[in-house]
């Protein structure tokens, strides 16, 4: 099935969600961070946007995420919202920004919904759930992240997967338990075997997005640069590229050095006033 341009798609809400975790109905999530990336997002099918602290990465070279700041998440969030305003978009809460001070916290929290989030995203459990749960009676909607915390990388010895010995996977089991009964609407797991997902969205009551998690979590997640295979340096084996995006701009940027090179472009009759 193909989506007309023109149609407007409904933004899903947090109660859909739920409903798609009832239905067994899988749940598409791609992180962005521009207008013009978000505005194709807008016209798809995918169903929400995750404005990611990656965007640190992707977006300005950083080696890890601790580089994002609440105003470059803001400006990401900002620049999503106006291209995709048919979308469910999450917001990522950066490093520290809702470890200092509850009212620090709130601050962060404020400043991304009213640049157009419809939620937020932290990462991890301990320390964070009387954070989460004031969050939501604040009206705000929280999305969790386990496994693999990216801001939490030094902590954790580099990029790896989690969860894989068993003291390891029961404590990611109890710790998504306390997020949902904590408020959160969903959960994202990254990096985390497979079977073990499994295990935790058939217990909880709410979504599980995956990203290197298996097929079994109530939905996905991949970043839109690296699905379009924009990246040639990154390959992890959780990632799909569904385009083979590098090589197709390249030779755009190639064919067009050559026209301007052999004055082919522009043409007199056809770009030219």
Same mark, same amino acid.
């Given at each position: 099935?193909?989506?007309?341009? #023109? ?13 798609? %975790?009832? @239905? ?18 807008? @016209? ?15 977006? /300005? ?11 470059? *998440? ?33 601050? $962060?929290?404020? !400043? ?5 989030a ?9 320390? #964070? ?15 969790g992240?386990l496994? *693999? ?13 989690q ?11 109890? @710790? $998504?338990?306390?997020l949902?009964? !904590? ?5 994202v ?8 997902? /499994?295990?935790i ?7 599980t ?17 690296? *699905?379009?295979? *924009?990246?040639?340096s990154?390959?992890? %084996? ?13 030779? !755009?940027?190639?064919?067009?050095? #050559? @026209?301007? %090179? ?6 007199? %009759?056809?770009?030219?006033?």
């Open positions: 099935m193909t989506t007309s341009p #023109n149609k407007k798609i409904r933004a899903l809400t947090i109660h859909d969600f739920q409903s798609r %975790k009832g @239905e067994g109905s899988k749940l598409s999530m791609v992180t962005c961070y521009d207008y013009c990336s978000a505005s194709i997002l807008n @016209e798809s099918q995918v169903d929400c946007i995750l404005v990611g602290d990656s965007g640190s990465m992707v977006m /300005q070279g950083c080696a890890t995420t601790l580089g994002a700041t609440v105003p470059m *998440l803001v400006q990401f969030t900002q620049a999503v919202a106006n291209g995709a305003p048919h979308k469910f978009i999450v917001s990522d809460l950066p490093f520290c920004s809702y470890r200092k001070s509850r009212a620090r916290t709130m601050d $962060a929290v404020e !400043a991304l919904m009213r640049a157009g419809q939620a937020v995203k932290l990462e991890g459990a301990a320390g #964070n759930l009387k954070t989460v749960r004031h969050v939501v009676d604040s009206g705000v909607p929280v999305m992240h496994g *693999l915390t990216p801001q939490a990388i030094h902590s954790l010895g580099g990029f790896k997967v969860g894989r010995a068993p003291e390891a996977a029961s404590r990611l089991l109890r @710790e $998504a338990q306390d949902a009964e !904590a408020g959160c609407f969903a959960l797991l990254e990096c985390v075997p497979a079977d073990l997902a /499994q295990v969205t058939e217990r909880l009551s709410i979504p997005i995956g990203i290197g998690a298996g097929p079994h979590t109530s939905g996905q997640v991949l970043v839109w640069h690296d *699905l379009l295979g *924009l990246s040639q990154f390959r992890p %084996k959780f990632l799909k590229t569904f385009l083979n995006g590098f090589d197709l701009v390249r030779e !755009a940027l190639n064919a067009f050095d #050559n @026209e301007v %090179k052999k004055v082919t472009y522009p043409d007199l %009759k056809e770009h030219c006033y």
